[in-house]
T-cell receptor, first 113, second 111 residues
Framework: DADVTQTPRNRITKTGKRIMLECSQT?????MYWYRQDPGLGLRLIYY???????NKGEISDGYSVSRQAQAKFSLSLESAIPNQTALYFC????????????FGEGSRLTVL | GQNIDQPTEMTATEGAIVQINCTYQ??????LFWYQQHAGEAPTFLSY??LDGLEEKGRFSSFLSRSKGYSYLLLKELQMKDSASYLC????????????WGLGTSLAVNP
């Protein structure tokens, strides 16, 4: 089983719908992240959390919200999806002394029509 | 400002050696990271340099010069499975909560 699990892996939805992407990890890491990846734009940080009580905005948080339900769970919500939120979304974790070593989930491909 | 530059695409031949360069400008520095990402898959960690010099790990090596704001990833004895995107990322000492990511270099290994 993967150490960082994302659900759903693929989702097609319509403009205006609420979407939740879920992430769970078994690595015991405190730090969790949500990124989106778009062709030509690279990885961009949406939100990150250093522990259950710590939530921080990344560079592109508008239109998104997150919830850190437990050390192992970090979910990303799109309250009202729009087409330019069509992207590949990655959850990642890090821990230990090398906090730049990220462990990524397999990704969630979201299409907003 | 903060910026990372790496070539967009590279092509190499199976069995050869290829060097992927990365230059960076950051307001602080706390390590340089290389990740590999196959098409449609998640990035996976390859290497980490925080001091100047060469770090070798099997067929892959990574070099860092902090004074020049420069790193390279060296791949030896190329295999077809090395065809992937290689992402350079810098940890910012002032804000190490976030990695600054390059756009990646897409490497195609031809037979």
């Amino acid at each position: 089983d993967a150490d960082v699990t994302q659900t759903p892996r693929n989702r097609i939805t319509k403009t205006g719908k609420r979407i939740m992407l879920e992430c769970s990890q078994t690595k015991g890491h405190d730090r969790m992240y949500w990124y989106r990846q778009d062709p030509g734009l690279g990885l961009r940080l949406i939100y990150y959390s250093f522990d259950v009580k710590d939530i921080n905005k990344g560079e592109i948080s508008d239109g998104y919200s997150v919830s850190r339900q437990a050390q192992a769970k970090f979910s990303l919500s799109l309250e009202s999806a729009i087409p330019n939120q069509t992207a590949l979304y990655f959850c990642a974790t890090s821990g230990g002394t090398n906090t730049g070593e990220l462990f990524f989930g397999e990704g969630s491909r979201l299409t907003v029509l | 400002g903060q910026n990372i530059d790496q070539p967009t695409e590279m092509t190499a031949t199976e069995g050869a050696i290829v060097q992927i360069n990365c230059t960076y400008q950051t307001s602080g520095f706390n390590g340089l990271f290389w990740y590999q990402q196959h098409a449609g898959e998640a990035p996976t960690f390859l290497s980490y340099n925080v001091l100047d010099g060469l770090e070798e790990k099997g067929r892959f090596s990574s070099f860092l010069s902090r004074s020049k704001g420069y790193s390279y990833l060296l791949l030896k004895e190329l295999q077809m499975k090395d065809s992937a995107s290689y992402l350079c990322a810098v940890g910012n000492a002032g804000n190490n909560r976030k990695l600054i990511w390059g756009l990646g270099t897409s490497l195609a290994v031809n037979p």
